[in-house]
């Protein structure tokens, strides 16, 4: 039962380092005590590709890449607990649509907002928080009391009371039987002491820089039950964690969290690892930017070309303009399509401009964006040839 922390500036190889160990104790002993890589939802695949496709490993026996549900559903089939049901997704949300139509006539400050388009899924989204960080109807009962004692507004009184029903009210409809995407975590952390797959098992988290507080009590759990965690985390210095300005703050506040668990539980701590060496970018361009990006004045260096600023009038020039050069680079530079990733945000916006520009150009094009699977073409002509029944779900 010991923490170790591995650290460092993004780009430094922390996670090739814990690849490198992870791969010499398979190779050593492929089937020895359990190995469990814990990595984000979007790092799962990544993860496995590297360990076995850049590692010469035929295969994975030993060591598991998973996502913290995924380890929840691993160790409730072993200790039980994987029976209640999850309510996610749509179902989760009409659930709350019908607990703001049953609960409207309790409501103070929700009554008229309730029925409203949008509404629905902003008390969703408040409700998943509030699971994500532990707090039940228990503890907005007593915000409540805080804020009747206080004399605090009327208004933060009447909202902290109409969240208190809602709640109230989602706690008793899932009841024994049914848990909300964050309702596993309390049971793996409840369950996790009697699973003996854990008690030989080495983890290693990789991809955070913070927990939630459901999250942070599993890996307090996890120090107490396993043989050894070792935590990757992204941050420069420990002085960070006292500087809510500084880059790096939350990787670094968490790393400082940690150490304080390992305290309370009478953990071992072992040497920390840092790196210091910038290993992911070759180009000097890209250094520089990375180091020197959040300092409120910069050093200049003079530009080898590799780091290059546009500006646009609006965005359909902007896109226009990025299509340009990836046709020049595909041209006349010898790259493929491939070898091209286009990074942005507000998809809702970018999006539509991309696909249509795009196709101008003859570029192919992927897009990760999500898509309504109900609007699909073979959805839409399957229910046609059904008769365009609707299905109807019952909570």
């Not at 922390?5 to 490198?20: D, E, M």
């Not at 190779?27 to 076995?52: A, C, N, R, W």
């Not at 703050?249 to 390992?262: F, G, K």
């Amino acid at each position: 039962m010991t923490l170790r922390i591995v650290s460092g500036r993004s780009g430094t190889g922390k996670s090739a380092f814990i690849h490198q160990e992870i791969v010499e104790q398979l190779k050593t002993d492929p089937l020895g005590h359990p190995i469990f890589i814990i990595v984000p939802d979007q790092m799962s695949y990544s993860t496995e590709y590297e360990l076995t496709n850049k590692h010469g490993l035929q295969g994975l026996i030993r060591a598991q890449v998973m996502t913290f549900k995924r380890l929840a559903w691993l160790v409730l089939q072993e200790t039980g607990g994987i029976a209640r049901k999850e309510v996610n997704g749509y179902g989760y949300r009409m659930l709350i649509r019908k607990l703001l139509e049953e609960q409207k006539s309790e409501f103070s400050l929700f009554r008229q907002a309730a029925g409203k388009r949008g509404f629905t899924e902003e008390i969703e989204t408040l409700l998943r928080e509030f699971s994500r960080y532990s707090v039940n109807s228990s503890v907005l009962a007593e915000v409540t009391e805080s804020l009747k004692a206080i004399d605090a507004p009327n208004t933060l009184q009447a909202k902290a009371n109409d969240l208190h029903v809602v709640l109230q009210a989602l706690e008793e409809r899932l009841g024994t039987t049914y848990v909300d995407s964050e309702g596993y975590y309390p049971i793996l952390t409840e369950q996790l002491k009697y699973a003996e797959t854990m008690k030989q098992a080495t983890i290693y988290i990789d991809g955070f820089t913070a927990f939630t507080v459901r999250e942070l009590e599993l890996v307090r759990e996890l120090l107490k039950v396993t043989k050894q965690v070792t935590v990757v985390l992204p941050f420069d210095h420990m002085d960070e964690a006292f500087d809510e300005q500084a880059l790096f703050h939350e990787a670094a506040l968490t790393n400082q969290r940690l150490h304080d668990i390992a305290k309370e539980e009478g953990i071992d701590v072992e040497l920390p690892l840092h790196f210091y060496k910038t290993q992911r970018f070759h180009s000097k361009d890209l250094q520089h930017v990375e180091a020197k990006f959040a300092d409120l004045e910069p050093q200049t260096i003079k530009t080898s070309g590799d780091v290059t600023v546009l500006e646009a009038s609006n965005r359909r020039a902007e896109i226009h303009a990025i299509a340009r050069e990836i046709t020049k680079l595909t041209r006349e530079d010898g790259f493929r399509y491939q070898d091209i990733v286009l990074l942005y945000r507000q998809a809702d916006l970018y999006d539509p401009l991309i696909t249509s520009i795009f196709q101008q150009y003859e570029i192919p094009i992927f897009t990760n964006t999500k898509k309504d699977n109900a609007t699909s073409s073979i959805n839409r002509a399957k229910s046609f040839s059904l008769g365009g029944y609707d299905l109807e779900l019952e909570i």
